[in-house]
């Protein structure tokens, strides 16, 4: 079955700089890449994903990069605030099914400091 | 529009009980899940549910029976209730063909 790993575990930057977190997967015929973020006692909420389609897409301070050759992709936020602070997921679809179902990574606990 | 409703919120179980999660979405999705969180493990599937009238295995369905009620509702099952199962449940739904989904608000169930 699908593999999702998740790189850094933690990350910790000040306000203003960027984070860059990085996913691997390894099933091949996956082609969507969702980005979650879950704020502390909250539900994940989805703030980009991208398809495999498209090498990179842009959402306002967030972006998302997929090399499907290589087998990973990379969430990028820019400009850091406090309120980025909050564990993301990254995920992937087992099979290219069309249904929707995920694998999840473990997930990056990010804190922004003032 | 509520989007995606999860009950109860927390729930307390001894060792051997059983209790019934709820989850209803009125967003006329498709597709249904059932996910655990648990720290540093991410969000791992348990059942989901393709369409109405189906349900299929995740990663993690040991100890868990799911139904498909109608289009609007898909409930999990504990049958008997161990320590293991101590995590937070969630309960999202998605359109076909967009896996992009929306998350119940969670259910936090611990076992003694």
């Known amino acids: 079955g699908e593999n999702v790993e998740q790189h850094p575990s933690t990350l910790s930057v000040q306000e203003g700089d960027s984070a860059v977190i990085k996913c691997t997967y390894s099933?091949?015929?996956?082609?969507?890449f969702p980005w979650y973020k879950q704020e502390l006692g909250k539900r994940p909420q989805l703030i980009i994903d991208?398809?495999?389609?498209?090498g990179e897409k842009k959402d306002q301070r967030i972006a998302v990069t997929l090399n499907k050759t290589a087998k990973h992709f990379s969430l990028h936020i820019t400009e850091t605030q406090p309120e980025d602070s909050a564990v993301y997921f990254c995920?992937?679809?087992?099979?290219?099914?069309?249904?929707?179902?995920?694998?999840f990574g473990q997930g990056t606990i990010l804190t922004v400091h003032p | 529009n509520a989007g995606v409703t999860q009950t109860p919120k927390f729930q307390v179980l001894k060792t051997g009980q059983s209790m019934t999660l709820q989850c209803a979405q009125d967003?006329?999705?498709?597709?249904m899940y059932w996910y655990r969180q648990d720290p540093g493990m991410g969000l791992r599937l348990i059942y989901y549910?393709?369409?109405?009238?189906?349900?299929d295995k995740g990663e993690v369905p040991n100890g868990y029976n799911v139904s498909r009620l109608n289009k609007r509702e898909f409930s999990l099952r504990l049958e008997s209730a161990a320590p293991s199962q101590t995590s937070v449940y969630f309960c999202?739904?998605?359109?076909?063909?967009?896996?992009?989904?929306?998350f119940g608000s969670g259910t936090r169930l611990t076992v003694v």
């Open positions: 999202a739904s998605s359109v076909t063909g967009d896996g992009g989904y929306t």
């Open positions: 099933d091949s015929a996956s082609n969507y």
């Open positions: 991208i398809r495999s389609n498209v």
């Open positions: 995920a992937a679809n087992p099979g290219g099914t069309s249904y929707g179902k995920l694998t």
């Open positions: 967003m006329n999705h498709n597709s």
């Open positions: 549910s393709a369409s109405e009238g189906t349900t």
